[in-house]
């Protein structure tokens, strides 16, 4: 996360970053206990496994969004050069 952030406003980034990793860590399991109460133990565990599945689903997204971007500024470079 430091690498990628900006120097400008770096130290705000991190807050608002640590903020909501905080912020899930506390909500996150009123949810699931919730889940828990309201569907049973089944579903609830199957809707938190569904959810993790799609977020590990959009990181890979997002990873191979960046390289396709990477690579086409890699060409740009070339060809310009």
């Known amino acids: 996360m430091l690498e990628v952030t900006p120097e400008k406003n770096k130290t705000t980034y991190i807050a608002y970053y640590t903020t909501a990793v905080n912020g899930a860590a ?3 399991p009123l949810l699931g206990v919730s889940l828990l109460s309201f569907f049973g133990f ?13 977020g590990s689903f959009m990181f890979l997204l997002v990873r191979k ?5 990477d690579a086409r500024k890699a060409s740009a470079l070339a060809a310009g050069a």
Do not use: S, T
Not at 42 to 54: K, M, N, Q, T, V
Not at 65 to 69: C, E, V
């Open 42 to 54: 089944f579903w609830a565990f199957l809707a938190c496994a569904l959810l993790r599945f799609g």
């Open 26 to 28: 506390i909500v996150a």
């Open 65 to 69: 969004l960046d390289r396709r971007a």
